[in-house]
């Protein structure tokens, strides 16, 4: 015997499906779009070999991983430092493994304590996550990428009042689900502001900014014959 449906139904997988229409078999339709890539041919997905091409040099203090955008990838940098990062170092033998001085176990352990792990969000995607990325276990901090993510707003500079609102939101987040938070500041005056919202990891200034000073200082120097 066959067993038919008129619901399109078929019983061993209980799957059923919708009536056939012509929009079904349009790909500018949702109707008719694959749910996993909504009609797009392709998928963001996020790839932690791309973030950290070179597993074997040293990353053992930690690492700043840009541009997450959701929980999901959060979760994927966690994964791939607490397991295939140190494994990959240990196994290439060079200064990140201390030259396999030090045991697989004690090694493993050292990179699970010590090693700092902060996402950067530097963009709406990232923005409008935050909530959830800020919990993911094991994360130990998030950045703020603050002139990126003035740029992803559509806004001229970090100054400007969406930007501002979304970095209050970014903190708000993080001191919720216990997160440390960074950020860049030019001057170590402008990181007032900044701790009493909460961020307690600083980036100030930038080498280039180190390197003129020092230039401008060697130039100084000479033409006063010091």
């Avoid at 959701?70 to 140190?86: G, L, N, Q, T």
Wanted: aromatic share 6%; glycine share 8%; with cysteine.
């Amino acid at each position: 015997d066959r067993l038919f449906s008129s619901k399109l139904a078929r019983v061993e997988c209980g799957i059923s499906m919708p009536g056939m229409t012509p929009r079904a078999f349009s790909f500018n339709s949702p109707h008719g779009a694959c749910t996993e890539c909504q009609g797009l041919g392709a998928m963001h997905a996020f790839d932690p070999i791309r973030i950290v091409p070179h597993q074997t040099k040293s990353l053992v203090d930690g690492a700043i991983v840009p541009h997450v955008a959701s929980a999901a990838d959060a979760r994927a940098v966690v994964d791939f430092v607490r397991s295939a990062a140190p494994q990959r170092a240990y196994a290439g033998m060079g200064r990140a493994a201390d030259y396999r001085r030090t045991g697989w176990r004690d090694f493993q352990q050292a990179v699970h304590t010590q090693f700092l792990t902060v996402a950067q969000i530097d963009d709406a995607a990232g923005l409008d996550a935050v909530e959830e990325i800020a919990r993911v276990p094991h994360l130990d901090a998030v950045f703020v990428g603050a002139l990126s993510l003035a740029l992803a707003l559509d806004q001229p500079d970090a100054a400007a009042p969406p930007v501002q609102q979304a970095i209050a939101r970014i903190c708000t987040a993080c001191t919720h689900a216990g997160r440390r938070i960074g950020m860049h500041v030019l001057s170590a005056g402008a990181r007032a502001r900044w701790t009493d919202q909460g961020v307690n990891l600083f980036v100030i200034g930038n080498d280039l900014n180190l390197l003129r000073q020092g230039a401008d200082a060697a130039v100084q120097a000479f033409r006063a014959g010091r």
